[in-house]
């Protein structure tokens, strides 16, 4: 019965977990920002914690936890139990199974969710003593320390959310000197993965010059692409972009292609063109 309880409560902190981060995703995606980590882990953290928080204090009966130490215990639980469900989720939404880093990166929200809640619950439930409170603040800066979550090494930061992570999965393309992925995102067909903070940085750097009805529809990332696989005549440029301006985005015949630079991180449009299906 013990054990059923803590893999039920290890659950719920591992939902909450994955649940948390969604939203601090889609707080970064709607808030239009570029840099996605300053925007979604602390949303994260603030969603989460106040949830774990609440339910602890509020729901005893619901959670039967009887001391810090068990909840020690279900935190630990809730480490790889988390993973498993991630990984479950990402790969039926996706079709592939996550990344390392994605999961580290979970686990860095979840650390500080659990380490505050822990301590708020600590501080208002006097059958948790405070030798457990301190179990419970000590174990999750031990964790914290063995994640990384504040060394600032890129082995161990958050993951850099990728197209691939979010985008459909097309098919894997081989070329002679490699091979490289093809995912549809928001409409357009990606030929070579890249930051989804990037791609919007792209989709804003022609938005302002965009035509009525003209929209993105092909994007080629020549940074993640093999050389025999870039377009001909396309000069120094690190990204290809095209634009439909008759037809429907998808079955497209005429449109506008974009050079785009990546010059000490900066965005720019180098040269413009002007393409048709006969």
Do not use: K
């Not at 719920?12 to 969604?22: K, P, Q, T």
């Not at 992570?165 to 000197?177: H, L, M, S, W, Y």
């Amino acid at each position: 019965m013990r054990i059923a309880r803590r893999l039920l409560n290890a659950t719920f902190i591992s939902l909450v977990n994955l649940a948390s981060g969604v939203f601090g995703f889609w707080a970064w995606h709607l808030g239009g920002s570029t840099n996605q980590i300053a925007v979604q882990w602390p949303v994260a953290v603030v969603t989460g914690t106040a949830i774990i928080a609440l339910w602890l204090v509020l729901l005893p009966r619901l959670h039967r936890m009887a001391s810090g130490a068990e909840y020690v215990v279900t935190f630990l639980i809730a480490f790889p139990l988390g993973a498993a469900i991630f990984t479950a989720v990402h790969y039926v939404m996706t079709g592939y199974l996550t990344s390392l880093g994605n999961i580290l990166a979970m686990w860095a929200i979840l650390i500080p969710q659990v380490l505050i809640a822990g301590a708020v619950a600590a501080s208002r439930m006097r059958h948790w003593s405070a030798r457990a409170h301190g179990m419970v603040a000590t174990l999750c800066l031990v964790c914290c320390a063995v994640v990384g979550c504040g060394s600032g090494s890129d082995s161990t930061s958050p993951h850099t959310l990728m197209v691939g992570d979010v985008g459909e999965f097309i098919r894997e393309q081989t070329a002679p000197d490699g091979s490289f992925s093809i995912y549809l995102y928001r409409g357009v067909t990606m030929y070579g993965d890249m930051p989804v903070a990037e791609f919007i940085r792209l989709n804003a750097l022609v938005d302002v010059e965009l035509a009525t009805e003209e929209v993105i529809h092909t994007i080629y990332n020549y940074e993640a692409i093999p050389l025999s696989a870039h377009l001909p005549g396309r000069g120094e440029a690190d990204v290809i972009l095209w634009t439909c301006t008759d037809g429907d985005g998808q079955d497209c015949r005429a449109g506008r292609s974009w050079s785009v630079s990546l010059d000490d991180g900066v965005l720019a449009v180098v040269a413009r063109g002007i393409w048709r299906v006969d």
